[in-house]
């Protein structure tokens, strides 16, 4: 069935079927799919496992593994190879908006994998699926672990953990709770990254890990998908992570590497917060506003009455217009209450004096001006994370995959790095640069 599908023979199969055989086959999950995409059996070398880990490309089918695994707890269908029923099971994913478009309500989510006669019930307000059987499938944020706290479950699932700000803190209070049943178990759904959790999981004896590249799923795939984005990435550390779900380690030539910034890793919390001597918005604009352009680089650091800097936003995003990005500038230095814009103006320094001016001429701006090469500017702040003196206060995955990818060349993709522009001019003016960079203001 799986072969007739990916061979795009399906609709004739499936036009030949009686109805009721036809709706069953589009539904039966041990048919269509992939063998990647379902649990992993003692004769694979599954063994009894308590954490499946499915390490995926972009668009490689997790979710629909991951959704699939869910529905056939709740339902009970094939115990043999999905395990035994769940009558509570969690669902973790990186944000409530992450939970509500792509678990539940994504294309590939809960309700769009069961027939309607089997469907859930869906209660966006309480974040609660429950089935017609009775089963129930709770919701919850990995930026909440304390939300995890008191919930018992047989069984959840996981999604994108390799992204989770709180990432420890989440998966242990979730095993806590992994309590109810015969045999409670937990599937993970990511594209990879080496974070110390996916680290943890794969060291871990009780993991089975099963890894999927995207062209496995080229079938299900909008036509030229591949081939563009191939022709773009292949063989790049983005291409390998992004579409071929390698977990790719630090490289050996980078500036900066995920051990040590593990180590100084903090919660960003209200006492954090009020220690901060002084907070500046660093932004690194681009020359264009394009899609395809590079992107504003957005990244604010405090520093402490100690001298340690911590990292506490990374707000960059491609696309944005000159006004867009000074807006987001101005909301960001405004959300944290900081005291200084510290922008570059290499990229038509008029243009972006006159933008943040526009959008409040009372926010105190600090210009600089790139002299020397990228590597060079990163170095002294590079020094200063290997001395302990920079710690971030949460995860930036996308900030740090740049600063872990980061050697003498560039990043491997080719691509500018624009968040680790805008962090190293954030420290530099917090840490390196003359008082008068960015005067020290007292908070309260």
């Not at 170095?379 to 995860?395: D, I, N, S």
Request: neutral net charge; aromatic residues 6%.
């Amino acid at each position: 069935m799986s072969a007739c599908w990916r061979a795009g023979k399906l609709p004739d199969l499936v036009a030949a079927l009686p109805p009721d055989t036809t709706q069953w086959l589009l539904h039966h999950w041990p048919l269509l799919g992939r063998p990647a995409q379902l649990p992993p059996r003692a004769a694979q070398g599954g063994g009894d496992w308590l954490t499946w880990l499915v390490l995926g490309g972009r668009g490689a089918g997790k979710t629909r593994a991951g959704a699939e695994w869910v529905r056939a707890l709740a339902l009970g269908r094939e115990p043999a190879l999905f395990g035994p029923p769940a009558r509570r099971i969690a669902l973790v994913a990186e944000s409530l908006a992450d939970l509500r478009e792509v678990m539940v309500e994504g294309v590939s989510g809960l309700l769009a994998v069961h027939p309607r006669a089997e469907r859930p019930s869906w209660e966006p307000t309480r974040r609660r699926l429950e089935w017609p059987n009775g089963a129930i499938a709770q919701g919850f944020s990995a930026d909440d672990p304390e939300s995890l706290r008191g919930p018992q479950f047989d069984a959840a699932w996981c999604d994108e953990i390799a992204k989770w700000r709180y990432a420890q803190a989440a998966f242990d209070m979730l095993q806590f709770g992994l309590r109810l049943g015969p045999r409670p178990r937990q599937m993970a759904t990511t594209t990879p990254r080496p974070t110390a959790l996916v680290r943890a999981l794969l060291a871990d004896p009780r993991t089975a890990v099963t890894r999927m590249g995207t062209a496995e799923n080229a079938a299900h795939l909008a036509p030229g998908f591949l081939q563009t984005v191939a022709g773009r990435y292949a063989g790049t550390r983005l291409g390998r992570q992004e579409l071929d779900g390698e977990l790719i380690e630090d490289r050996p030539d980078a500036l900066w590497n995920r051990a040590a910034l593990e180590a100084g890793r903090v919660r960003a919390t209200p006492e954090l917060m009020r220690r901060m001597e002084r907070i500046v918005v660093a932004v690194d604009p681009p020359a264009s506003s394009s899609k395809r352009a590079d992107a504003c680089g957005l990244v604010a650091a405090g520093i402490d009455a100690e001298g340690l800097v911590h990292v506490l936003a990374d707000a960059s995003a491609q696309g944005l217009t000159p006004n867009a990005w000074g807006a987001r500038a101005l909301a960001l230095f405004h959300e944290l209450e900081a005291d200084r814009v510290v922008v570059e103006v290499n990229q038509g320094g008029e243009m972006v004096r006159t933008i943040l001016a526009g959008l409040d001429p009372a926010v105190p701006v600090t210009e600089v001006r790139a002299t020397r090469g990228k590597w060079l500017r990163a170095e002294p702040v590079a020094a200063l994370y290997e001395q302990g003196r920079v710690r971030h206060a949460g995860a930036f995955a996308e900030l740090e995959d740049e600063l872990c990818d980061f050697g003498p060349g560039g990043l491997s993709s080719g691509r500018s790095p624009d968040r680790l522009d805008a962090l190293v001019w954030a420290v530099t003016a917090l840490a390196l640069a003359g008082k008068d960079a960015a005067p020290r203001v007292r908070r309260v």
